[in-house]
């Protein structure tokens, strides 16, 4: 996750909105690549060349994924499949009652996932060039990997488990006991990290108490990595594990102490950090951030006070950008601050901390593409347009129409909404 999001930003997200409609009348109508008979062949298509568009349709895309050969596009209503030049292959509706809450492409097939609401989740497995259902089943969270889906649950004799499932077979590979009040499951590289709550989340009583309760689980085997380990919060970071104890604090006058320990539950360092609240706070812990960054590193930021980007494994700090910034993502050696309005924007080497390219506009706040930044502006004829930049090098990459919806090595999806429809580009995006 990444540090903005971490923020409490509000994220963008395509909501799945009810819609009535037949998703087997939506054919696409692809955009044919002619070539002239007196020049010979044409050209391969440029960043930016609309390959193919689905018809309008009148369901809300949720998402865009590619599987072997073709393509599949989630909507609130149905997943369709469509082959490599546009053509509509197969349409798997969503059975009535449930709520779409997510797709997702993993070795060719299709995970799809729809709310229970306060039941949990149910998990489908379709086919990825057919549409045929696999399997599927009930589950609590749902975290996807590659070829393995990790699934929490509570209830019944068996109490609180984590389980491994194999995604193309629906099998299960592992499952084994968690605590009581397991509410959150996370991947952390070769892990499984496993947050609950035993003692309740009511902090009314004891706001700074240590009530969560953290156990890390080997993601092949599921057997248990170090002991469980209790305190106020946790963040996985590469091997380490970074506790934030906020025992100290007396009133609006706070203290961090951040103690980070390797899986098997030995202390590896720890560090302290002051600050007082700001006005319109009232919990210390509310406002300290602790995310990863590539290259072993960890940003702890709080609003006003500090930023600082800590080495993961010794806990010394490698570079301090202060409180009135944000270090909002990171790739290619190089990290992207932001200003406090989320307008503009500076990309830094992230071992000489020398700016590398600076950049305004309008964060899109999508989940973009890795190793780029998304920017929305509103056009002349009232469209939305989208743009991406390098985070490496500042450059703009790719400028077209639509929201982000999906991508690829050599192809980006984008979505056209107005109140009743939404139509789907398929863009050429070699990179």
Known sequence: ???????????????????????????PTPKPQTSDPTTGPASAPQAGDV????????????????????YVVATNGSTIGYS?????????????????????????????????????????VLDGATGALRWERDVGGLVVGQGTLFTNSCGGDAGCTVTAIATATGRVRWQTPASDGLSILEQVGATVQATSFPFGTDRTRDPLGKRTLLQVFDARTGEQRGPDLLGNGFQGVGRVVIEADYSGSVGRDCTAELI??????????????????????H???????????????????????????????TGRTLWSYGG?????????????????????FRGVDAGTHRPRWQAAGELSFDDDPAGFLGFTEDQDDGTEGFTLRSIR???????????????????????????????????????
């Open 1 to 27: 996750m990444t540090a903005i999001k971490r923020r409490g930003i509000a994220v963008l997200v395509l909501v799945a909105l009810a819609a009535c409609s037949d998703p087997a009348t939506d054919d």
């Open 51 to 70: 390959l193919w568009q689905t018809r309008p349709l009148q369901l809300r895309v949720i998402g865009v994924g590619r599987t072997g050969a073709g």
């Open 84 to 124: 490599a030049d546009g053509q509509q292959e197969w349409t798997v509706p969503e059975p009535a009652g449930r709520r779409r809450s997510g797709a997702a492409e993993v070795d060719g097939d299709v995970v799809v996932r729809s709310s229970l609401g306060g039941r949990g989740t149910h998990v489908r």
């Open 260 to 281: 980070a320990r390797s899986l098997d539950g030995q202390e590896r360092w720890r560090r302290t950090f002051d600050w007082t609240l700001a006005r319109d706070d």
């Open 283 to 313: 919990d210390c812990a509310l406002p300290l951030d602790v995310s990863p960054l590539a290259g072993g590193r960890v940003d702890v930021w709080t609003r006003g006070a500090f930023g600082v980007v800590l080495d993961a494994t």
């Open 324 to 344: 009135r910034r944000l270090l909002i993502d990171s790739a290619g050696g190089v990290d992207v601050v932001t200003d406090s309005a989320f307008r503009r």
């Open 393 to 431: 090098s500042g450059e703009e990459s790719l400028t077209v129409t639509g929201r982000y919806v999906g991508s690829g090595d050599d192809w980006l999806a984008t979505v056209a909404r107005d109140l009743s429809t939404d139509q789907v580009s398929i863009v050429s995006w070699p990179h």
